[in-house]
Structures are given as structure tokens and as C-alpha cells.
């Protein structure tokens, strides 16, 4: 198995809404990652989770609150975000958070704020 | 600072050659990474260089010089399935488990 699953695929939410992105990878990696892409534009690394704890917060704001329940799961939790946050949410995993490691990205969950 | 740059788009016809360039400034080096993304699909990877040279897979190779900074995805035999965009990535040093990306090349395969 060497899937990263994100759910859900799309979502709408306005700016007063309280909703989670969820990801969840079996292929036993302990660094799991959100990156968020503009269109047209790179990803850019928002968090990263090493064997379960938040290790990289590239200055997030806080209306992002990322989640590790275990090492299979990442959430990504939104309240009272901005029509500017709209953008495709990508997460990614890797075996280890090292200085080496191919990135297996999720499907992405494309998020619209109204 | 973290630097990486690649042509923003190429178009190339069918069954030819096409070569992205990307070349970088990062503070240290720990690797470099091609993903394809097709539009509104998620990254996919293709190849990593760690070492000076050329790495060969199918249809499409990769080559690294690091004293020059410099990479390029040779993609041979285009099919139209390969347009996408491709994103040059570097892991660096000092940035303990980020991966710094490119903006992308847009690559157009035309009939």
C-alpha cells in the first residue's frame, strides 16, 4: 500500500465554519507533512509531524491547528479562516523527516472559503 | 537563502526530446527531487539525485552537477500524457525535513 488518502476531496466552508482535513498513510512512515498550493504556484510546507510530534510550523497562522493522533493520522483542523486561505491542501508522508526521503503526496483536499 | 529556478513553461511536439533545467542556491545539500503534477492532481515522484550524474528511468532521466548547481529532467519521447507541470525540489541542510520546490515548468505537448 503506498497511498496517502486525504478526505475530503472538496470542501466549502464559510469564514465562520469549524471544519477538518483528514490524511491517513499504511506504508509505516513517521513524518507526515500539510503543504498548501496555490494554483500555479509550488507547494509551500506548512507543518511537519515526526514520529507523531510537530517538529516545522512555517509560521501558520493559528486559524490552522494540525493534529498527529498517531502515526497513521494527520488532521488539519480550520476555523474562522479567510477567502484568501482557498487554495488545494496536500498531504504528504515520508519514512522519516530526515534530510533525505521521497515525499508521497495525497490526492489533496481542495478547499473553498467563502 | 533558498533559491530554485526553472523555466516557467516549454512546449515540445510529440514522440520528441525536451530537457527542464533547474538550477539552485541552498544553504547546504542533501538531494534533489523531479515531481510531475498534472493540473489539480497531486505531485508525483520521479526521480532523486543525490550524487553527480545521470540517473535513467524508462523515458525519463534525470542528471545533477553539484559544484555548478544544476539539474535537468530529460524527458524522451513525449506522449501527450506528459503535459504537466514539473517541479524541481531541493533538500537542504539547514532546513531539517523541508523540501524546498521550485515554481514549476510547465511543459505542453502538442500533437
Known amino acids: 500500500d503506498t497511498e496517502v488518502t486525504q478526505t475530503p476531496k472538496h470542501l466549502v466552508m464559510g469564514m465562520t465554519n469549524k471544519k477538518s482535513l483528514k490524511c491517513e498513510q499504511h506504508?509505516?512512515?513517521?513524518?507526515m507533512y500539510w503543504y498548501k498550493q496555490k494554483a500555479k504556484k509550488p507547494p509551500e510546507l506548512m507543518f511537519v509531524?515526526?514520529?507523531?510530534?510537530?517538529?516545522i510550523n512555517e509560521s501558520v497562522p493559528s486559524r490552522f491547528s494540525p493534529e498527529c493522533p498517531n502515526s497513521s493520522l494527520l488532521n488539519l483542523h480550520l476555523h474562522a479562516l479567510q477567502p484568501e486561505d482557498s487554495a488545494l491542501y496536500l498531504c504528504?508522508?515520508?519514512?522519516?523527516?530526515?534530510?533525505?526521503?521521497?515525499?508521497?503526496f495525497g490526492e489533496g483536499s481542495r478547499l473553498t472559503v467563502l | 537563502g533558498q533559491n530554485i529556478d526553472q523555466p516557467t513553461e516549454m512546449t515540445a511536439t510529440e514522440g520528441a526530446i525536451v530537457q527542464i533545467n533547474c538550477t539552485y542556491q541552498?544553504?547546504?545539500?542533501?538531494?534533489l527531487f523531479w515531481y510531475q503534477q498534472h493540473a489539480g492532481e497531486a505531485p508525483t515522484f520521479l526521480s532523486y539525485?543525490?550524487?553527480?550524474g545521470l540517473e535513467e528511468k524508462g523515458r525519463f532521466s534525470s542528471f545533477l552537477s553539484r559544484s555548478k548547481g544544476y539539474s535537468y529532467l530529460l524527458l524522451k519521447e513525449l506522449q501527450m500524457k506528459d503535459s504537466a507541470s514539473y517541479l524541481c525540489a531541493v533538500s537542504p541542510t539547514d532546513s531539517w525535513g523541508k523540501l524546498q520546490f521550485g515554481a514549476g515548468t510547465q511543459v505542453v505537448v502538442t500533437p
Open positions: 539525485n543525490v550524487l553527480d
Open positions: 541552498t544553504s547546504g545539500f542533501n538531494g
Open positions: 506504508m509505516g512512515h513517521r513524518a
Open positions: 509531524y515526526s514520529y507523531e510530534k510537530l517538529s
Open positions: 504528504a508522508s515520508s519514512q522519516s523527516a530526515g534530510a533525505t526521503g521521497e515525499l508521497f
